[in-house]
Nanobody, 115 residues
Framework: QVQFVESGGGLVQPGGSLRLSCVAS????????MGWFRQAPGKQREWVAG???????TYSSSVKGRFTISRDNAKYTMYLQMNSVKPEDTAVYYC?????????WGQGTQVTVSS
């Protein structure tokens, strides 16, 4: 089983920046496409961004131009740089394989965008 630990969330003002990290428990991480997902209260979990094993990124239309996904396979780590955040970015953010494995969801990290 691969486990993920998300971190870096917190309270940030609209227009501010935040960087999330996702650390995997095993080297098998390096062969998977990975993604960031988020879930706001009362809403379904949605896909935010993805990155191939080789580092090619894709983004949802809601975050494209504001967020940057990256990975460091040597460190078993994936990142999400969040810039120009908006209140609608408020959610619990999760990392997982892309497409996700249901058994691999972690605790997530809370991001709250508010003034």
């Amino acid at each position: 089983q691969v486990q993920f630990v998300e971190s870096g969330g917190g309270l940030v003002q609209p227009g501010g920046s935040l960087r999330l990290s996702c650390v995997a428990s095993a080297s098998i991480f390096s062969i998977y496409g990975m993604g960031w997902f988020r879930q706001a209260p009362g809403k379904q979990r949605e896909w935010v961004a993805g990155i191939s094993s080789g580092g090619s990124p894709t983004y949802s239309s809601s975050v494209k131009g504001r967020f940057t996904i990256s990975r460091d396979n040597a460190k078993y780590t994936m990142y999400l740089q969040m810039n120009s955040v908006k209140p609608e970015d408020t959610a619990v953010y999760y990392c997982n394989r892309n497409p996700p494995f249901s058994a691999w969801w972690g605790q997530g990290t809370q991001v709250t965008v508010s003034s």
